[in-house]
T-cell receptor
């Protein structure tokens, strides 16, 4: 049972434009959501998180939006830079992050110079 | 640098053997989590420790065990290894509620 889904395995975006990565979840008990970026041969790097009491969180070029009624979250990267090329994982947790993370299968983002 | 240290980075061994993976969490983090990433799979939760006590278990095989020591480092022990155990094993640590988990760079285990 895939409780966190990233339906786009890959995404290509022109440098300078907006990258939008999407994630859907099915478990209504999830209350804390995170995005991680992963390069080959490295561990996931935390990017940004949001708790279920908010619908938007912003950190520099990264913004995460949460739509609880649709059980959907998205990560916006503006403007996209070549260094953003990586695999992005969406993750969800209960108890405001004090429990295990359930991960999506990832989206490979390629920024085209 | 996440502050989470995993050793060794690579491990090559044979079926039937036993290995130990080590994780040092970030300073001040009491929770340690172990995850497995097999080929073309997402990260799957194995087990969580909090301040030396087992807190939660995921899809961890009976051949696998873990512990967290008084200095908060953790070890994941894998025994009677099978070809299917070949994977990346990640350790993560966190302070607690409302804070993200930070991951180490993983141990790549290859079973020949």
């Amino acid at each position: 049972d895939q409780q966190v889904k990233q339906n786009s395995p890959s995404l290509s975006v022109q440098e300078g434009r907006i990258s939008i990565l999407n994630c859907d979840y099915t478990n209504s008990m999830f209350d804390y959501f995170l995005w991680y970026k992963k390069y080959p041969a490295e561990g996931p790097t935390f990017l940004i998180s949001i708790s279920s009491i908010k619908d938007k969180n912003e950190d520099g070029r990264f913004t995460v939006f949460l739509n609880k009624s649709a059980k959907h979250l998205s990560l916006h990267i503006v403007p996209s830079q070549p260094g953003d090329s990586a695999v992005y994982f969406c993750a969800a947790s209960r108890n405001f992050g004090n429990e295990k993370l359930t991960f999506g299968t990832g989206t490979r983002l390629t920024i085209i110079p | 640098d996440s502050g989470v240290t995993q050793t060794p980075k690579h491990l090559i061994t044979a079926t039937g053997q036993r290995v130990t993976l080590r994780c040092s969490p970030r300073s001040g983090d009491l929770s340690v989590y172990w995850y497995q990433q097999s080929l073309d799979q997402g990260l799957q939760f194995l087990i969580q420790y909090y301040n030396g006590e087992e807190r939660a278990k995921g899809n961890i095989l009976e051949r696998f065990s873990a512990q967290q020591f008084p200095d908060l480092h953790s070890e994941l022990n894998l025994s009677s290894l099978e070809l299917g155990d070949s994977a990346l094993y990640f350790c993560a640590s966190s302070v607690g509620r409302g804070q993200p988990q930070h991951f180490g760079d993983g141990t790549r285990l290859s079973i020949l």
